[in-house]
């Protein structure tokens, strides 16, 4: 079973920038996805970026289109998520997950990290 861990979370002022990292304990062949979600307290759990290995191809959250960027070590076995211009409304446990190609639906991610918090204060 896949391991994912994640790091980087933290306390920020709005505006500022941070960088998440997910390491996974093993290289995985075909064609998957590795994403990202948030959950702050009382919402539901939203997609936030997703990776798409074997094309290489990234897909956004509107909320988050040009401020955040997917990126993927293929030699540490690692996925980033950078986030610049951060907001209050970034506010959220942050978790990254493999799942379905070219999916951005919870539903379709079957392993999860045990997630990272990230505050954006005002």
């Known amino acids: 079973q896949v391991q994912l861990v994640e790091s980087g979370g933290g306390l920020v002022q709005a505006g500022g920038s941070l960088r998440l990292s997910c390491a996974a304990s093993e290289r995985t062949f075909g064609r998957y996805a590795m994403g990202w979600f948030r959950q702050a307290p009382g919402k539901e759990r939203e997609f936030v970026a997703h990776y798409n290995a074997g094309d290489g191809s990234t897909y956004y959250a509107d909320s988050v289109k040009g401020r955040f960027t997917i990126s993927r070590d293929i030699a540490k076995n690692t996925i980033y998520l950078q986030m610049n211009i951060l907001r209050p409304d970034d506010t959220a446990v942050y978790y990254c997950?493999?799942?379905?190609?070219?999916?951005?639906?919870?539903?379709?991610?079957?392993?999860w990290g045990q997630g990272t918090q990230v505050t954006v204060s005002s």
């Open positions: 997950a493999k799942g379905r190609y070219g999916s951005s639906r919870s539903g379709q991610y079957d392993y």
